[in-house]
């Protein structure tokens, strides 16, 4: 099994920890807790950054809600997701790292 994990990892389709062969993420889902939740099948799920947030609303064909804090401001937000849709049009979503970067440190970014 772990042989199989290894081989995704490599590929890019999860991500293991680091120090312990455990995976970490299977985008866009995440298995450690972050300031990204998500409300979604009556139940919470973590992502790695407010995309991917968004992103399990989308792989699980959901409406959901996410929640986090502004990491400018530290102060909370919600957006609803309903129909595809967020209920919201006042955010921004600013990625620090370029794509072609991003797996360089993926947990970073």
Same mark, same amino acid.
């Given at each position: 099994?772990?042989?199989?994990?290894?081989?995704?990892?490599? +590929? @890019?389709?999860?991500?293991?920890?680091?120090?312990?062969? #455990?995976?970490?993420? %299977?985008?866009?889902?995440? %298995?450690?807790?972050? +300031?990204?939740?998500?409300? %979604?099948?009556?139940?919470?799920?973590? %992502?790695?950054?407010?995309?991917? +947030?968004?992103?399990?609303?989308? $792989?699980?064909?959901?409406?959901?809600?996410?929640?986090? #804090?502004?990491?400018?401001?530290?102060?909370?937000?919600? #957006?609803?997701?309903?129909?595809?849709?967020?209920?919201?049009?006042?955010?921004?979503? @600013? #990625?620090?790292?370029?794509? $072609?970067?991003?797996?360089?440190?993926?947990?970073?970014?």
């Amino acid at each position: 099994m772990l042989a199989g994990w290894r081989l995704l990892h490599d +590929a @890019h389709a999860l991500v293991l920890d680091a120090d312990s062969d #455990v995976i970490r993420m %299977a985008h866009p889902f995440l %298995a450690v807790p972050t +300031a990204y939740r998500v409300l %979604a099948q009556e139940r919470w799920w973590f %992502a790695n950054c407010a995309w991917d +947030a968004f992103g399990i609303c989308a $792989a699980l064909g959901v409406d959901g809600r996410v929640e986090s #804090v502004c990491p400018d401001c530290d102060e909370p937000y919600t #957006v609803e997701v309903r129909d595809r849709r967020i209920d919201r049009q006042d955010l921004l979503f @600013h #990625v620090l790292v370029p794509a $072609a970067q991003w797996w360089d440190d993926i947990v970073f970014t």
